[in-house]
């Protein structure tokens, strides 16, 4: 692709900024999107100092009501078009849906759905112009179940990976692709800010984006990074629900925070 730019979200950190790593060390120029100012920069000045390649920070709350014009605007005035955008920023809560906040939850759902769908929809055009690139969605294991206690979380990660498979579907031929990474539990701030129990992982955030990357050059439709994840992902997506929806819920409530 004579374009090599990404677009990263969530970049400040785990798994995004892991993305900001790979995709700089195969040439790609980089934007990089999140809340935090001064992680944004942090990560650039890492970034930059080990590969010679150019790294725009924009720090920006996608959940405020629109983010994602300014994000474009942006990067227009600074004539930054992505070759690769990779929608990875998302939060989860953890807890019965009635006790959490509703406004957080809607949060969720704000931002782990409407903002992936439209920095998707918004970026696909020129792509399709240009007839290469792509995009890599992360969802996760938990898309492929509902999730008792992460109820709101697991059906926003089941959406992503539906509208990943049917886009995906559409742009058969035209020279655009489009991954689903689906991560089980990595080591990140995001067990933090959804409140669950600090829990230990095979698998680095690097590692994920690493696979994640190799799928999508690979032209996979979905990418499940460790074995064990795969085998859970497909294992209780193929167990009857009756079974199923306890067990989840009882592993869930055990990795709530107390």
């Known amino acids: 692709m004579e374009n090599k730019l990404a677009l990263i979200t969530g970049a400040s950190g785990g798994i995004g900024e892991a993305f900001g790593h790979v995709l700089a060390a195969e040439g790609y120029d980089l934007v990089l999107v999140a809340r ?20 725009h920070v924009i720090a920006l709350d996608l959940n405020e009501n629109g983010a994602t014009e300014t994000l474009a605007a942006e990067m227009a005035n600074r004539n930054l078009v992505p070759a690769i955008v990779i929608n990875n920023a998302g939060f989860g809560l953890i807890g019965p849906s009635v006790e959490l906040s509703r406004e957080e939850q809607l949060r969720m759902v704000d931002l782990n759905v409407r903002v992936l769908t439209d920095l998707s929809l918004r970026f696909l055009p020129a792509m399709i112009a240009g007839k290469s690139g792509g995009i890599i969605n992360v969802a996760s ?8 206690m992460m109820a709101v979380y697991f059906a926003t990660k089941n959406y992503v990976l539906s509208f990943s498979d049917a886009l995906g579907s559409e742009l058969k031929g035209t020279g655009v692709r489009i991954t689903t990474l689906c991560p089980g539990t ?52 193929a167990t009857p629900r009756r079974i199923m929806l306890p067990f989840v819920k009882r592993i869930m409530g055990r990795r709530r925070a107390t």
């Open 36 to 55: 935090r100012d001064q992680e944004l920069h942090r990560v650039k000045g890492v970034i930059a100092a080990k590969h010679a390649v150019a790294v």
């Open 141 to 148: 294991v938990a898309g492929f179940m509902p999730g008792p």
């Open 186 to 237: 990595v080591k990140t701030a995001f067990q933090a800010r959804a409140g669950q129990n600090e829990r230990s992982s095979t698998l680095s955030a690097f590692d994920v984006a690493s696979q994640g990357w190799a799928g999508f050059k690979l032209h996979r439709h979905i990418v499940i990074p460790g074995l064990f994840n795969q085998l859970v992902a497909y294992g209780l997506r």
